[in-house]
Structures are given as C-alpha cells and as structure tokens.
C-alpha cells in the first residue's frame, strides 16, 4: 500500500514492494512442487501470498475479487491481512474461539480455507470491496 511510503516517508523502495507481491513460488500440481495446503496457498512471494478470486483459495463467494496478504492460525486463532492489489483498501481481522475442532466439521463451502473465514471475507468482499 502506498508503495512503500508511509506519512510521506519512503519505508520500503518499490523495488522491495514489487518483490514482495512478486509471485516467487507457484504451485504446479502435475509437478507437485511443494504443498498447496489443500488448495489454499497457490502462489507464494516475500512473505505474501496470493489469494486469486477464481481459485480454492479466494475469500469471496462469487465476486472474483483478488487479496494478497498473509493468514495467521495458533491454538484457536485466526487472522489475516489482505490487500487488494493496486488499490489503497485491505482488512485485518483477528477471531478466536471457534465452535468446532479445526477439522472437516468446520471446512469451508466454496474455498479451501475455514468457513469462519469464508464468512468474515465473503461478507467484507462483498459489502465493501464489490462497490468500488
């Protein structure tokens, strides 16, 4: 966001940034070049990964909106920071205390992350970010 200028201090060079968004890593599942997490993680850069709208790993029902950013998942945590490439807008959100053990009882319904998370994402993608 801002390409790495912050208060109108250059924090990161934009070369940092593109790298970071950078698609170093992608998955090729005829080559089976590492773990996908069950479809989750497709694409991986400098601590970022790509959440593409059309794949198992996106946070929006039907909408196709794309995020990059990071999730987050420690002894009934969850987290994410999300970004959508080439704009100024992102979420974060932190919950705990799910219902359910982290299992297929609590798999999600169009993507292959929680449904918890499914929920909070779908509802901010399509409330927020699909009427810009």
């Given at each position: ?23 170093e ?39 196709g ?18 970004l ?43 409330n ?5």
């Amino acid at each position: 966001m801002n390409n790495g200028t912050y208060k109108g201090q250059q924090i990161l060079s934009p070369e940092s940034v593109q790298a970071m968004f950078n698609r170093e890593w992608i998955y090729d599942d005829t080559k089976k070049n590492g773990s996908s997490y069950g479809g989750t993680i497709l694409s991986y850069g400098l601590g970022i990964y790509q959440m593409d709208g059309n794949t198992t790993a996106r946070f929006s029902r039907d909408t196709g909106i794309d995020l990059a950013g990071y999730t987050g998942e420690a002894f009934g945590l969850l987290s994410m920071l999300a970004l959508r490439p080439g704009t100024k807008d992102g979420y974060v959100y932190i919950m705990n205390g799910e219902a359910v053990e982290e299992d297929d009882r609590s798999a999600g319904q169009f993507s292959n992350n929680y449904i918890w998370e499914e929920t909070v994402g779908d509802a901010i993608c399509r409330n927020v970010f699909a009427h810009k």
